[in-house]
């Protein structure tokens, strides 16, 4: 199985930063990446998938890079709302697996 | 407006079984796969399995195969998650969500569920 390495595991910053998380895949998994949030008691919402493509209705702040087995989701000025759970996902081969998850707070 | 409503969680026993449901609404069922993710109480999201749009295709995460199956009835648009000897690290949200690539399993997860919650103790 493929295995994705997401990092870090959580990270606090102040409203407007830029911030980026990480995630390496143990094989070449091509752009077959999406990058998922997760909140509390809410519905996981995909925000990139193709490693690189805005899901529709999703703010451009939200950004993604990567191909290949090294993958970053970017939020480029970050807002209050957007503190929740962010994970990768392969999508290249079964059985998917996703990152570890990098926890996002506000200071 | 396109839904996933999953439902059928509750507390059993080790050892025993259960059978979540995931009603859809909103758009044609028959052509989009579903899958199952799960996430235990504070820790990450696992890929459990997914049926394709016609149940043709089923895959399994490694922890969960040879217990767990899914299927789904295109008359009822449900999908079904069949969980059998069921152990304490089963314990999860159980959510699930439609491949985004019709009459495929190849894609990202579009639409999810709001998630039930299965509990396994003793």
């Known amino acids: 199985a493929v295995q994705m390495t997401q990092f870090p595991s959580s990270l606090s910053a102040s409203i407007g930063d830029r911030v980026t998380i990480t995630c390496r895949a143990s094989q070449g998994i091509r752009n077959d990446l999406g990058w998922y949030q997760v909140k509390p008691g809410k519905a996981p919402k995909v925000l990139i998938y193709d490693a690189s493509t805005l899901q529709s209705g999703v703010p451009s702040r939200f950004s993604g890079r990567g191909s290949g087995t090294d993958f970053t989701l970017t939020i480029s000025s970050l807002q209050p709302e957007d503190s929740a759970t962010y994970y990768c996902l392969q999508d290249y081969q079964y059985p998917r697996t996703f990152g570890q998850g990098t926890k996002v707070e506000i200071k | 407006q396109e839904q996933l409503v999953e439902s059928g969680g509750g507390v059993v026993q080790p050892g025993t079984s259960l059978r979540l449901s995931c009603a859809a609404s909103?758009?044609?069922?028959?052509?989009?796969?579903v899958h199952w993710v799960r996430q235990p109480p504070g820790k990450g999201l696992e890929w459990v399995a997914v049926?394709?749009?016609?149940?043709?295709?089923?895959y399994y995460g490694d922890s969960v195969k040879g217990r767990f199956a899914t299927s789904r009835d295109n008359s009822k648009n449900t999908v079904f998650l069949q969980m059998d000897s069921l152990r304490v690290e089963d314990t999860a949200i159980y959510y699930c969500?439609?491949?985004?690539?019709?009459?495929?399993?190849?894609?990202?997860?579009?639409?999810w569920g709001q998630g039930t919650l299965v509990t396994v103790s003793s």
């Open positions: 909103g758009f044609t069922f028959n052509n989009y796969g």
């Open positions: 969500a439609r491949d985004a690539t019709a009459l495929a399993v190849t894609g990202f997860f579009d639409l």
């Open positions: 049926t394709s749009h016609d149940g043709g295709k089923n």
